[in-house]
């Protein structure tokens, strides 16, 4: 799962906008326009999250403190398509090319969304914020565009497909151990519920491990630090 947080921002709404969406400090983008509303910001940041992740497999969330955007994309979108993009009341849908680019772009893949409050002290949105802002400042003072890194080999995803989060009512056996601990004392190979080896005698053994989102969140972060994968770490400390 790639977790990443998208946001809008102008100044004036309408005026200089901006939009962005963040993963971490080495993985984000950013862009706007000279004019826009603070939906057409909002809207841009999932567009272009979606096209930037496009090669990839894994599943998306999507952090949004716009219930406008999370509503239209999860449950207005059907029923507008159906009545050729017109509302209920007969009104034609606003910001029309950004939803069927969105409808487009959202077709075929794996994504969920969850509704954060905005400017409430939440890391990620509160980069993904920051980051749109100033674009929109940088449009309304003349300035040059942050436009970030964008989807990068700096880019991991949170998620890998060997090592998953179990669901939040597992209490893994790992979860005992401290992170500065786990190279010297948490892998036990007698522990058949921990591993299970199909074939002891292969070049290669797969391993399904069961994390806590907590404990996979501390793995990640260790990986990056330490520059590589979360795989690569894990075999690391065996």
């Known amino acids: 799962m790639i977790i990443a947080a ?7 709404n309408p005026g200089p906008a901006g939009w962005a969406w963040y993963v971490d400090d080495a ?26 992740t496009a090669h990839l497999d894994e599943e998306l969330l999507v952090q949004c403190d716009s219930q406008y955007v999370i509503n239209a994309l999860t449950k207005w979108m059907p029923n ?8 209920a009341d007969g009104s034609p ?7 069927q680019s969105l409808d487009e772009a959202l077709r ?3 994504y969920r969304f969850e509704w954060v409050r905005g400017h409430a002290g939440h890391p990620m949105n509160e980069a993904a914020d920051e980051r749109a ?8 003072r003349g300035g040059d565009i942050p436009a970030g890194p964008g989807w990068s080999g700096a880019c991991e995803p949170a998620v890998d497909a060997l090592v998953s989060p179990a669901p939040a009512d597992v209490d893994a056996e790992v979860d005992q151990v401290s992170p500065h601990d786990a190279d010297a004392a948490a892998l036990d190979l007698g522990d058949a519920a ?24 501390r793995l990640v972060e260790r990986a990056r630090a330490a520059g ?6 894990l075999r690391g400390l065996i």
Do not use: I
């Open 27 to 52: 993985c984000w983008a950013a862009g706007g326009w000279p004019r826009g509303t603070n939906n057409q910001g909002e809207l841009t940041a999932v567009l272009e999250l979606f096209r930037a």
């Open 6 to 12: 998208a946001d809008g921002s102008a100044l004036g």
């Open 194 to 217: 921990l591993f299970d080896f199909d074939d002891p005698t292969a070049d290669w053994t797969t391993l399904a491990l069961e994390l806590t989102t907590e404990e996979h969140t």
């Open 133 to 140: 802002r100033a674009v929109a400042t940088a449009y309304q």
């Open 108 to 110: 075929g893949r794996r």
């Open 80 to 87: 507008w398509k159906r009545k050729g993009w017109r509302k």
């Open 93 to 99: 849908v606003l910001n029309l090319e950004l939803m």
């Open 228 to 233: 590589t994968s979360p795989e690569e770490f």
